[in-house]
């Protein structure tokens, strides 16, 4: 069945460096959602990328979607504390739904 | 806020025991999915409900069952609740033609 591999797990960074994390499909996605969570929160809906090679900006938030639809990545530049969080992407068609395992980002003041 | 509500926000029950978590949706969505989330790993699709017909279903065991109702309200039910069944429930409503998630704030269930 399909699967969504999310990297890195973890990543620690400085206040004010760049921060990537990818997902990627065994199978062609229809579309891919990116989502934050905050510690002991709920995730937040943040964007949805659908055609082949589209590229999104949110403020410092960059996202793009492979060419062959079967990867996705989620730019921060230069990251602040208020990032802190652990983004996910999800994935899948409508009655089945596959969150990738998640990319916790610690920032270092 | 996403006008998701859930309850309740905490559950405390012991093994063999059944529970059932109620979730609001955003008025206007009628479709809603259920997530457990472990500590420290991502939501694991439970099940999705569209107009009170079940609509999909993760690898989750039958004697996880939900319900929809006409208001679009939602259950989930677990039956026979096994140790590991301890993890944050979360649900989330969508738009009709969208599949852009609101979630609820979950609810925090531990089996002893």
């Known amino acids: 069945g399909q699967q969504v591999m999310q990297i890195p797990q973890y990543q620690h960074v400085q206040e004010g460096e760049d921060f990537t994390t990818y997902c990627n499909s065994s199978?062609?996605?229809?579309?891919i959602q990116w989502y934050k969570q905050r510690p002991g929160g709920h995730p937040v809906f943040l964007i949805q990328l659908v055609k082949s090679g589209e590229v999104k900006k949110q403020k410092r938030l960059t996202f793009q979607f492979g060419e062959a639809k079967k990867n996705s990545s989620l730019h921060i530049t230069a990251t602040q504390t208020t990032d802190v969080g652990t983004y996910f992407c999800?994935?899948?068609?409508?009655?089945?739904?596959?969150f990738g395992q998640g990319t916790t980002l610690q920032v270092k003041p | 806020e996403t006008g998701v509500t859930q309850s309740p926000t905490h559950l405390i029950k012991t093994r063999g025991q059944q529970v059932t978590l109620r979730c609001s949706s955003q008025s206007g969505h009628n479709t809603v999915s259920w997530y457990q989330q472990a500590l420290g790993q991502g939501p694991q699709f439970i099940f999705q409900y569209y107009r009170e017909e079940e609509n999909g279903r993760g690898n989750f065991p039958p004697r996880f069952s939900g319900l929809q109702f006409p208001n679009y309200s939602s259950e989930l039910n677990v039956n026979a609740l096994e140790l590991d069944d301890s993890a944050l429930y979360l649900c989330?409503?969508?738009?009709?033609?969208?599949?852009?998630?609101?979630f609820g704030p979950g609810t925090r269930l531990t089996v002893l």
């Open positions: 989330a409503s969508t738009w009709p033609t969208t599949d852009t998630q609101y």
């Open positions: 199978t062609t996605l229809s579309n």
């Open positions: 999800l994935s899948g068609n409508t009655g089945k739904l596959i």
